[in-house]
């Protein structure tokens, strides 16, 4: 079970929101909850914590197994301001037509036998 809720602490033993926090089975659980979250860098504010509800010499507590900050974790979603970002597709736009007309072409596809015409090393030609 999650709950969110402002942890303080007294005496360096953790509550949220009135309900003490503790590591149920460690022989001191209310210091160890307070070193686990100290330990996260949870020193007051909001927090989301996981675990089950019970009870410690007639004490009503929340057993944690797990504890974050809530800025944390709200920062790990998109703020509601945010614009959505527009998509960019990392496909190549379709090529052009590419036909054998915008090349050149030899005289032998053209079906003629021409000579090409060649240089000597005057530059003249035969």
């Known amino acids: 079970m999650q709950k969110t809720g402002t942890v303080t602490f ?14 149920c089975d460690d022989p001191s659980p209310f210091v ?5 979250l100290r330990n996260l860098g949870i020193t007051g504010g909001r927090i989301q914590v996981t675990g089950d509800t ?10 944690m197994t797990a504890a974050a900050k809530v800025a944390a974790l709200a920062s790990a979603s998109p703020k509601p301001t945010d614009a959505p970002k527009a998509v960019v597709s990392a496909k190549r736009p379709a090529s ?31």
Request: hydrophobic share 25%; with cysteine; net charge positive.
């Open 10 to 23: 007294s005496n360096g033993e953790p509550s949220l929101d009135g309900t003490r926090l503790a590591i």
């Open 32 to 36: 160890a909850a307070g070193t686990f």
């Open 54 to 63: 019970g009870t410690i010499g007639g004490v009503s507590v929340f057993c």
């Open 96 to 126: 052009r037509d590419r036909t054998p007309s915008s090349k050149k072409t030899s005289a032998a596809t053209k079906g003629g036998t021409k000579k090409a015409k060649h240089a000597d090393k005057t530059g003249k030609s035969k």
